[in-house]
């Protein structure tokens, strides 16, 4: 194809389609942004509650207390918008960083740009592995196929060809092989697959393991609160004969009820988690993939370039007609018909690593560089199981060559051999296997006139010999495996290449159950139980094709793993997508690989992986730990509010709003801020993966968080109890109680730090967010006892220091003990450790 043959648009033309059609972009919902953001703080029920609750002060004539309430109110909807802010800041960040481009002419020019910058009229160029990004009509065609499942259901793949009665490409399908120039016709809401979309947008995502726990969790909390809140507002109404104070006494029940954060710690978690993996070049399209990665129990390596320099060197060389061998072509630098013909059977402009060893290597050994002369007149793209592909040249001579590469049992099968040659080229290639060569074999096609046939597994073919290159495996492949084993992950190698040369490579990596691999063939003529056993014996699968992969992946899910998958080619695709997690390759691989995939790799580099899981084991851990923490604070508080209504004590306002909501604003950053930048666990990635679809806590997690609230609780009104016996009054008796709670919310923040490691190992943990968070809630807490207006509006005494240390040590009691139960844990865990 003649270099910028077509003009395209100018920058002015640009700006006056864009805003004639609008961006190539389909935007979800008709609202506008703010109104994204805002309408979930305002629905939260705890937002309702605080607008109810300082209604009812203002109307009792208490307005500071209702001015409280409304700061309150700022102050939570603040902490709610900021998480809120910094969750879709990250997110937006990734759709821009994962957003796909395109390549277009633009004033004579092939420029690259993101798909939601394309116009109606610009001229846009698809290749193999490309996703069309808009609907338009072909102005050129190189044996272009396309995939249009997507809109039609039917998988088959079309040929677009300029003879073609349907010369149309539409936004979304997949380019499976060849090349194409169509204009642009239709972009966003206005393409075939823009009206599709519209009616997908009422489908709801399904929720994962963990988010629907939350929500039945939370939704249950809500219920539980309606329920108090109505049996204490009758409960207080009836003591008191008044109904506004009994509703706002179960409105400050239903306050200390309402898990609010628990939400919200999930989202900023995610959100963060995504982010805190981008600036480790480990870009996520969704937040179920950040909880599932610290789940993985097997990854899936493609071999070449994944495990493999991806350098492809052309160092072997075997001439079947001749017998002779050469593992170092470079060294000889004689000329090879061999090397010329795998040339011509490549790409004019190569991509491939092979394909430029293969040019720089005849290039290098030829004196004659012949490759000017001659046009290529056909081109017949990938086909066949193990591929081969074949190209035809011709001069102005009138002197044809025809010359095929590929797969060699795809290739044999296209030549006429005798037993010896079979014999010899299936030894060699063991050979050249065994010194983890990748390989192909050449042919050179005998037909010379006449026309060409339509499948190119009917040309007559003399088969030359064999190629190999050496490629490597990456400098830090074996440490990454090493990192796998240690954290409980099983891997395994899903290569299209020859079953010696990828168990050669799997060997120096010092991989497990390598004494044989099983081959594509072999994994489709299993039943599912014998592929299943056959599973657990092998690390090793060679001459993989699509449908192998695939096959293998599902059978891995059936048997309960969470499967990661690493994959860069068109043929992955099914593979990427069926996986838990499909990981794509951010500088190779293809358009259709990214698109399908969860996850990418910006660098390639598959120990990024291992940053990946850590990260989504840390998140994980820390979400438990943060919930845990709620759970455990909670209690007190609920309990404070209903024991003393309950049991008729002689106080029974001991917390109003005030109180409650100002604990709300201690817990908030606390839960949602401090714990997501918890560093990970010392012995985490030495530990098994957890069971994705297991709770999210078992038993023993949250019993203890229980009986963290409640020895919370019976330090504290134990302390109100004795205030009260000793005839202290209710404002004094108040202030204890509600100072030492405060205490034993900063004690209770230090060890739940780690459930394992102790409160003085952790600090020693980097996070900085600790002395900030816990010192604002120490200063808040002086605030309120000395400050005279405030202490006014929180119905405070003054204490004296030696009450503050006293409330301080009660704090330590309430919360301390769980040290010497962390011993006892740790004790057993290194008793247990091999």
Same mark, same amino acid.
């Given at each position: 194809?003649?270099?910028?043959?077509?003009?395209?648009?100018?920058?002015?033309?640009?700006?006056?389609?864009?805003?004639?059609?609008?961006?190539?972009?389909?935007?979800?919902?008709?609202?506008?942004?703010?109104?994204?953001?805002?309408?979930?703080?305002?629905?939260?029920?705890?937002?309702?509650?605080?607008?109810?609750?300082?209604?009812?002060?203002?109307?009792?004539?208490?307005?500071?207390?209702?001015?409280?309430?409304?700061?309150?109110?700022?102050?939570?909807?603040?902490?709610?918008?900021?998480?809120?802010?910094?969750?879709?800041?990250?997110?937006?960040?990734?759709?821009?960083?994962?957003?796909?481009?395109?390549?277009?002419?633009?004033?004579?020019?092939?420029?690259?740009?993101?798909?939601?910058?394309?116009?109606?009229?610009?001229?846009?160029?698809?290749?193999?592995?490309?996703?069309?990004?808009?609907?338009?009509?072909?102005?050129?065609?190189?044996?272009?196929?396309?995939?249009?499942?997507?809109?039609?259901?039917?998988?088959?793949?079309?040929?677009?060809?300029?003879?073609?009665?349907?010369?149309?490409?539409?936004?979304?399908?997949?380019?499976?092989?060849?090349?194409?120039?169509?204009?642009?016709?239709?972009?966003?809401?206005?393409?075939?697959?823009?009206?599709?979309?519209?009616?997908?947008?009422?489908?709801?995502?399904?929720?994962?393991?963990?988010?629907?726990?939350?929500?039945?969790?939370?939704?249950?909390?809500?219920?539980?609160?309606?329920?108090?809140?109505?049996?204490?507002?009758?409960?207080?109404?009836?003591?008191?004969?008044?109904?506004?104070?009994?509703?706002?006494?179960?409105?400050?029940?239903?306050?200390?009820?309402?898990?609010?954060?628990?939400?919200?710690?999930?989202?900023?978690?995610?959100?963060?988690?995504?982010?805190?993996?981008?600036?480790?070049?480990?870009?996520?399209?969704?937040?179920?993939?950040?909880?599932?990665?610290?789940?993985?129990?097997?990854?899936?390596?493609?071999?070449?370039?994944?495990?493999?320099?991806?350098?492809?060197?052309?160092?072997?060389?075997?001439?079947?007609?001749?017998?002779?061998?050469?593992?170092?072509?470079?060294?000889?630098?004689?000329?090879?018909?061999?090397?010329?013909?795998?040339?011509?059977?490549?790409?004019?402009?190569?991509?491939?690593?092979?394909?430029?060893?293969?040019?720089?290597?005849?290039?290098?050994?030829?004196? %004659?560089?012949?490759?000017?002369?001659?046009?290529?007149?056909?081109?017949?793209?990938?086909?066949?199981?193990?591929?081969?592909?074949?190209?035809?040249?011709?001069?102005?001579?009138?002197?044809?060559?025809?010359?095929?590469?590929?797969?060699?049992?795809?290739?044999?099968?296209?030549?006429?051999?005798?037993?010896?040659?079979?014999?010899?080229?299936?030894?060699?290639?063991?050979?050249?296997?065994?010194?983890?060569?990748?390989?192909?074999?050449?042919?050179?096609?005998?037909?010379?006139?006449?026309?060409?046939?339509?499948?190119?597994?009917?040309?007559?073919?003399?088969?030359?010999?064999?190629?190999?290159?050496?490629?490597?495996?990456?400098?830090?492949?074996?440490?990454?495996?090493?990192?796998?084993?240690?954290?409980? %992950?099983?891997?395994?190698?899903?290569?299209?290449?020859?079953?010696?040369?990828?168990?050669?490579?799997?060997?120096?990596?010092?991989?497990?159950?390598?004494?044989?691999?099983?081959?594509?063939?072999?994994?489709?003529?299993?039943?599912?139980?014998?592929?299943?056993?056959?599973?657990?014996?092998?690390?090793?699968?060679?001459?993989?094709?699509?449908?192998?992969?695939?096959?293998?992946?599902?059978?891995?899910?059936?048997?309960?793993?969470?499967?990661?998958?690493?994959?860069?080619?068109?043929?992955?695709?099914?593979?990427?997508?069926?996986?838990?997690?499909?990981?794509?390759?951010?500088?190779?691989?293809?358009? $259709?690989?990214?698109?399908?995939?969860?996850?990418?790799?910006?660098?390639?580099?598959?120990?990024?992986?291992?940053?990946?899981?850590?990260?989504?084991?840390?998140?994980?851990?820390?979400?438990?730990?943060?919930?845990?923490?709620?759970?455990?604070?909670?209690?007190?508080?609920?309990?404070?509010?209903?024991?003393?209504?309950?049991?008729?004590?002689?106080?029974?306002?001991?917390?109003?709003?005030?109180?409650?909501?100002?604990?709300?604003?201690?817990?908030?950053?606390?839960?949602?801020?401090?714990?997501?930048?918890?560093? %990970?666990?010392?012995?985490?990635?030495?530990?098994?993966?957890?069971?994705?679809?297991?709770?999210?806590?078992?038993?023993?997690?949250?019993?203890?968080?229980?009986?963290?609230?409640?020895?919370?609780?019976?330090?504290?009104?134990?302390?109100?109890?004795?205030?009260?016996?000793?005839?202290?009054?209710?404002?004094?008796?108040?202030?204890? $109680?509600?100072?030492?709670?405060?205490?034993?919310?900063?004690?209770?923040?230090?060890?739940?730090?780690?459930?394992?490691?102790?409160?003085?190992?952790?600090?020693?943990?980097?996070?900085?967010?600790?002395?900030?968070?816990?010192?604002?809630? $120490?200063?808040?807490?002086?605030?309120?006892?000395?400050?005279?207006?405030?202490?006014?509006?929180?119905?405070?005494?003054?204490?004296?220091?030696?009450?503050?240390?006293?409330?301080?040590?009660?704090?330590?009691?309430?919360?301390?003990?769980?040290?010497?139960?962390?011993?006892?844990?740790?004790?057993?865990?290194?008793?247990?450790?091999?």
């Amino acid at each position: 194809m003649e270099q910028h043959r077509y003009q395209g648009l100018s920058h002015i033309e640009v700006l006056r389609r864009r805003a004639l059609h609008g961006e190539n972009f389909l935007n979800p919902t008709g609202r506008p942004a703010w109104l994204e953001w805002l309408l979930p703080v305002v629905s939260e029920p705890l937002f309702l509650i605080l607008v109810l609750t300082a209604a009812l002060y203002f109307l009792l004539g208490e307005n500071g207390e209702g001015t409280i309430m409304l700061v309150a109110l700022a102050f939570v909807s603040g902490i709610s918008l900021f998480q809120e802010n910094r969750s879709r800041k990250a997110e937006r960040a990734l759709r821009g960083l994962l957003e796909p481009r395109a390549r277009v002419y633009r004033t004579g020019a092939l420029v690259s740009i993101p798909y939601r910058e394309i116009v109606v009229g610009d001229v846009l160029v698809v290749e193999d592995g490309d996703v069309v990004p808009a609907d338009g009509v072909l102005l050129e065609s190189h044996d272009l196929t396309i995939d249009e499942s997507l809109l039609t259901g039917e998988s088959a793949s079309l040929y677009k060809g300029m003879d073609s009665e349907d010369r149309s490409l539409f936004q979304g399908t997949q380019v499976l092989s060849g090349y194409g120039v169509a204009e642009v016709v239709n972009t966003g809401r206005a393409t075939r697959f823009g009206a599709i979309h519209v009616s997908m947008e009422s489908i709801r995502a399904e929720k994962t393991p963990i988010q629907v726990q939350i929500q039945q969790f939370v939704r249950r909390m809500v219920q539980l609160g309606l329920v108090a809140f109505l049996a204490i507002w009758a409960i207080h109404s009836a003591i008191t004969q008044n109904l506004v104070y009994g509703l706002l006494k179960g409105l400050t029940l239903s306050m200390s009820l309402l898990p609010e954060e628990i939400p919200v710690a999930f989202s900023t978690f995610m959100a963060l988690g995504a982010m805190h993996l981008y600036r480790k070049k480990v870009l996520v399209k969704t937040p179920s993939t950040v909880e599932a990665l610290g789940a993985v129990t097997v990854i899936c390596l493609d071999k070449t370039g994944t495990i493999t320099e991806n350098e492809m060197r052309l160092c072997g060389l075997y001439d079947v007609r001749t017998g002779q061998i050469t593992t170092d072509i470079a060294s000889d630098a004689r000329e090879s018909d061999i090397v010329e013909c795998a040339m011509w059977a490549s790409e004019t402009e190569p991509f491939d690593p092979m394909e430029r060893s293969i040019h720089a290597m005849y290039a290098a050994t030829h004196a %004659i560089d012949r490759r000017k002369e001659f046009t290529m007149i056909r081109e017949y793209p990938l086909s066949g199981k193990p591929p081969v592909m074949t190209h035809v040249f011709a001069n102005g001579e009138g002197e044809t060559m025809v010359a095929c590469k590929g797969g060699l049992e795809s290739v044999m099968a296209m030549c006429e051999l005798t037993d010896g040659q079979r014999e010899a080229l299936l030894r060699q290639s063991a050979y050249f296997g065994d010194l983890g060569h990748r390989i192909l074999a050449i042919a050179r096609g005998l037909q010379t006139g006449g026309p060409l046939p339509d499948d190119q597994f009917a040309i007559r073919m003399e088969m030359l010999g064999l190629i190999s290159f050496v490629d490597p495996p990456k400098s830090n492949m074996h440490k990454t495996l090493q990192a796998f084993r240690e954290a409980g %992950i099983r891997v395994k190698i899903l290569s299209g290449d020859y079953a010696n040369t990828t168990l050669a490579i799997a060997r120096q990596l010092g991989m497990e159950k390598t004494e044989r691999s099983l081959t594509g063939e072999e994994v489709l003529r299993m039943s599912p139980g014998a592929l299943n056993e056959e599973l657990s014996r092998h690390s090793v699968f060679a001459r993989m094709f699509p449908e192998a992969k695939l096959r293998v992946i599902e059978a891995l899910k059936r048997t309960g793993e969470i499967v990661a998958m690493t994959g860069d080619g068109v043929n992955d695709a099914p593979a990427l997508k069926a996986a838990h997690i499909g990981i794509a390759m951010g500088q190779r691989g293809s358009e $259709l690989a990214r698109k399908t995939s969860s996850l990418i790799l910006a660098d390639d580099d598959i120990s990024r992986m291992v940053d990946g899981i850590a990260l989504g084991r840390r998140i994980y851990e820390n979400l438990k730990k943060a919930i845990q923490y709620i759970i455990s604070i909670h209690i007190p508080i609920i309990l404070i509010v209903t024991i003393p209504v309950v049991f008729l004590w002689e106080f029974t306002d001991f917390f109003t709003p005030v109180h409650v909501i100002f604990l709300e604003l201690i817990m908030g950053p606390t839960c949602s801020i401090l714990f997501e930048n918890e560093p %990970i666990e010392p012995r985490s990635m030495q530990q098994p993966p957890r069971k994705f679809t297991a709770d999210l806590f078992t038993w023993r997690e949250l019993s203890t968080s229980m009986v963290q609230g409640l020895v919370i609780t019976a330090v504290c009104l134990g302390l109100a109890w004795y205030c009260l016996m000793r005839g202290d009054s209710e404002a004094r008796t108040r202030t204890l $109680l509600y100072t030492s709670l405060v205490f034993s919310n900063i004690f209770l923040t230090l060890v739940n730090r780690s459930f394992i490691e102790s409160a003085f190992a952790t600090l020693r943990y980097r996070n900085a967010l600790v002395p900030v968070i816990l010192g604002l809630s $120490l200063a808040a807490l002086l605030l309120t006892l000395y400050h005279p207006g405030v202490r006014t509006l929180f119905l405070f005494e003054p204490l004296a220091p030696r009450e503050v240390l006293l409330c301080m040590g009660l704090g330590f009691v309430a919360v301390g003990w769980m040290e010497v139960v962390k011993w006892r844990w740790r004790r057993k865990v290194l008793r247990s450790a091999p």
